[in-house]
């Protein structure tokens, strides 16, 4: 069976592409050294591009350098006086480029780096199809693939890569997009309502990949595009790797995000299924840190135990609230790592 996300029709451009309706949006944390690095090139060639970086803030020197930097290289800066976290920040950016007039956007990671004509596949993509959500084959330095899609069983919130496809049918796979590189129509973002509140960071693209799908929109992988994304490179050296010890957000984060992905979208029988499996899909979640990490086990074990408390406090309290009649009341700010 072929797999329904994946667009292998599209070819390279020969010379340096324009654009014009466009815009990337990048959410910074930290990261001006790496936007220098990684986004300034991009922009400096992409004629009629529009930048807007979002500084989530981290320190006072950090928010300088990047007003700085902004300045220097004529990006758009949306300055909030907090950290708003991966998806509002987003939200944010995304409002602000439709604001000054883009019609289609590329939500990007600091730590991730596109060529032109890559940037310029994915548009044309979204232009052929505006109702896609469009994603590349995003690579490691090494070349090995870093995502290539990947699924969500609704039965228990695992994940597996999109080279296992197709699934049984029993394990009801839910295919999604990594959110380190996207392209999309702001139409079609306005309607599905962009990254929804209370994840912070982790699961807001499983989620919006999940409700592009419900609101009769499609997930397209396009092979012919690709992204270099240098692992973990907003947080530290291997954080995003398999087999390396992660940071407490990680853990934190990607534990309780799975059970509010679950109360905020799946039915009571799945709910209460994750629910049950909870302590032993996080074990699994913390072990893809390997085990050399728990010769210091205390920061990691903290991390992951936090996240499996808040996230079972969610999915209980919405299980009660269903119960009850009542409206929706799991949904919160996101708890500090």
Known sequence: MPDPTRDTSAARP?????????????????????????????????TGLLTVVVDSLSTDAEREAIVALCRQEGWIAVLPDDNPG????????????AEAGAERILLLNPDAVIAPVDARALFDAVIADPEALVAPRILRPDGSVWSAGADVSLVDGRMTSARRRPQPPGRRAEPWLSGACLCVSVPLWERVGGFADGYFLYWEDVELSFRVRRAGGRLTLLDSATVTHAEGGTQRPGAESAATAKSAGYYYFNIRNRMLFAALNLPDDDLARWLRTSPRVAGEILLQGGRRQFLHPVAPLRAAWRGLRDGRRIARAELAARAEGRDRSSVGTPLTP
Do not use: C
């Open 86 to 97: 991966f998806g509002s920040g987003m939200n944010a950016g995304v409002a602000r480029a």
């Open 14 to 46: 020969e010379s340096t592409p324009s654009f014009a309706g466009e815009a990337i949006v990048v959410v910074n944390y930290g990261s001006s050294r790496l936007l220098a690095e990684n986004l300034a090139p991009l922009t400096r060639a992409a």
